[in-house]
Every structure is written in C-alpha cells, then in structure tokens.
C-alpha cells in the first residue's frame, strides 16, 4: 500500500459545490488524501470536485468504502459503480466499511475485494470498523490481508482496542484512526481533560509558538505510527492539522499519563448511519 501519510480528509455527505470548496482547501494546505465513501453517497460530487481541481490524479490519494450489497451485487460491482461516479479508471484504497451488513459472508465479502486488487481496481484493499473476530475470519486463507483497519482511537477506547492492535502488528495492517479528537469534543469534562492542558502548556512552553490541545492527541496518536484521518473542512484546522509535525514530542511520562487517564473512562462514538449501527446491535 502506498503509504499516503496523515493528510487525510474524508469528503461527507454534502452539496457538490461544497465538495468542490473543500477539496480546493484541503488540497491547499498539503492534504492530497481524499476519503470518501459509498454509504456517505458523495462520490460523483467528489469526482466532479477532483477534475476541478485540475491536480493531476497521480498526486491524489482517493480512498472509497464498500456499503451494504444489494441484491446481486458483489464487492466487485460495487466497485465498479463507485469508479464510474468517481469518474477514475482505479482507487488507491477498498475499505470494506463495517463488518455488520456483511455477517456470515466476511469471507466471500473478502474474496472478492482481493479481485479488484488482482485486477488493480483498487491499488490497495483494507477493512475499517472491524474488531479481532472479523479480522481472523477474513485473515484464514486471504490471499492479501487487509492493509488497513481505520477505527476509532482515542484514549477512552485505548485499552479495549489492545487486541486489535496486537493482531495488526502480528500481520503487518496499518492502523488508520477516525474521532482521535472525541474526548475533547464528544465527550468533554472526562479524566482526560486536565492531562491534556497541562501537556499542551509543557509543549508550548518548549515550543515558542501556540500548541491547541487538539494536536497533543493527535501527535500521541502520531508517535504510535497511526494514520490519522481528520474531518475537519475548516482552513485553520487543516493547517493546525498539518502544523502538528512541528509540535515537540510527548515523554513516555506523558504518554503514560495519557493513557492512564483515559483508562478512567470508556467513551466510544461510531460515525455510522442508522441503519448500520442497526446492524452492529443484531450482531451482538
């Protein structure tokens, strides 16, 4: 998998001259890996934004996600509906979005995804969402394993995600990261809250220059070596973003400190539709 680093944006649900905006941002202050999905339904917008742009494709890095099969439908197909409304000949990376829409047939799921590979579709195909038991079903004889698993990771779900990320170290998946923000934003007032100010004071002092107590988490994320999806469509945040690389490290002790204080607390926020949580609920 071509590594696309951590400027990542993930392209929502919204109107296509939004798309256009947005792209035109990210693109502007360094992001060039653009994240998309079918369940979002914002892929032609997204095509139609990308030859906009007039960025050469070969700088981009466009990632789509698998949704729901319908009914005659492969991983496959999918594919090849998302690449027509995408407007491109292949992406650079196939997420299978959730495990739930696709329990009992991971693996047939899977199969297929590694077609797309083979037939270079999709440069690289990974999961997202998924837990140690989904990816033991789909790891038993695949041809490619996941390249990526994008989950939420933040401190408050850190000791429960253990498992996960011992199984990505043992077959070389990439650990992608969505709602690193969550404990400051979703979920404000926590154990956490305190650590994280008196860090964000420490590094600005050694610094010189402002440090937001966003970018500690994410530098904490950073320093595990984590691909840290953003959301944000906002200028300032992307290059606040960005800006991260020039924070100074975080001690082990700091570190420690981090992830002693979310221990505290377990806090998890899926960013899925209904009817998808739907089917994680059933599937429990």
């Known amino acids: 998998m071509k590594s696309p680093g951590s400027h990542s944006a993930p392209v929502r649900r919204t109107a296509c001259k939004m798309h256009r905006t947005l792209l035109k941002n990210a693109i502007a202050n360094g992001f060039t890996h653009l994240d998309g999905a079918q369940m979002y339904e914002n892929e032609e917008s997204l095509g139609i934004a990308i030859r906009a742009s ?3 494709r070969s700088t981009l890095f466009v990632a789509t996600k698998l949704d729901r ?28 979005h959730t495990p739930g ?17 083979r037939e270079r579709q999709a440069k690289s195909i990974g999961v997202s969402n998924f837990d140690v038991v989904h990816l033991q079903e789909i790891l038993e004889g695949a041809e490619f394993p996941p390249s990526v698993n994008q989950v939420e990771i933040h401190p408050y779900v850190w000791k429960s995600l253990q498992p996960v990320i011992a199984l990505h170290k043992e077959h070389g998946i990439i650990t992608s990261s969505y709602g690193g923000l969550t404990p400051l934003f979703r979920a404000p007032g926590g154990p956490l809250d305190p650590v994280i100010e008196e860090i964000r004071a420490r590094l600005e002092s050694t610094r010189g220059q402002p440090v937001s107590i966003g970018q500690v988490l994410i530098k904490w994320l950073q320093q595990y070596g984590i691909l840290v999806v953003t959301t944000s469509s906002k200028a300032d945040r992307m290059r606040e973003y960005l800006d991260t690389a020039m924070v100074p490290d975080l001690t082990a002790e ?5 992830e002693n204080a979310g221990a ?19 599937a429990s």
Do not use: N
């Open 101 to 117: 829409p696709h329990a009992g047939r991971l693996k047939e799921v899977w199969k297929m995804m590694e077609e797309c590979k």
């Open 264 to 282: 505290q607390l377990y806090y998890k926020f899926l960013v899925l539709s209904e009817r998808l949580e739907e089917h994680y609920d059933t």
């Open 69 to 96: 099969l319908q009914p005659d439908q492969t991983a496959k197909t999918a594919l090849q509906v998302s690449l027509k409304k995408l407007g491109l000949e292949y992406v650079d990376l196939y997420l299978v």
């Open 54 to 56: 007039g960025i050469p």
């Open 254 to 258: 700091e570190i420690e400190s981090i």
